[in-house]
């Protein structure tokens, strides 16, 4: 089983639909990661968070929120989607400052 | 702050040439190093990584990178390139130790590589 899921690994959302990625790991990290990945840009962060009541905003967090649920899930929100938000959304996980990240399989996004 | 600047978004190789894969930094601390891969519908794997130590870093698939702080560079290579190695490759610098990035994660733009038969 993968240590890092993501769901759903495709959607097709609307112009002003509200929607919900959601993230868990099996790896116990205290850390975990939201970023967009755009054809050209490479990957930036979105939220990250270092642990359930820490959550910080990353260098592109305006549209989004987030939820740490538990340790485990961490979920990504798009309160009223708009079709620049059409992307691969990546999760990652950590465990502490210099632990390496580990990726989730992506969740593609299209908004129309 | 730092920065990662990747020369060249597409790099095309015959299949048994050298891959090289450039990537140079920009950190006013010590960096930690990464190059990531990602193959087609996947999500990005750990190629290596440079902490501490050893400048001359060796990963899996038979990829290695040179830490060389005198060049902020962390190049990519590989002495023959198989088709399976077509990918995207992203290098990435973090500063652990240092409280101002809380040891997150600054991505180049990617660079892909082609393999020719």
Redesign the interface.
Known sequence: DAD?TQTPRNRITKTGKRIMLECSQTKGHDRM?WYRQDP??????IY?S?DVKDI?K?EISDGYSVSRQAQAKFSLSLESAIPNQTALY?C?T?Q???G???????TRLTVT | AQSVTQLG?HVSVSEGALVLLRCNYSSSVPP?L?W?VQYPN?????LL?Y?TGATLVKGINGFEAEFKKSETSFHLTKPSAHMSDAAEY?CAVSA??YGGS????I????TKLSVKP
């Open positions: 890092v990661y050209g840009l490479g990957l930036r962060l990250y270092f910080n990353g990546f990652a950590k502490g400052r210099s390496e990240q580990y990726f989730g399989p992506g | 978004s930690y990464f990531y996947q999500g990005l794997q750990l990584k902490t992203f652990p130790n809380q040891g997150n994660l991505f180049g733009k990617g």
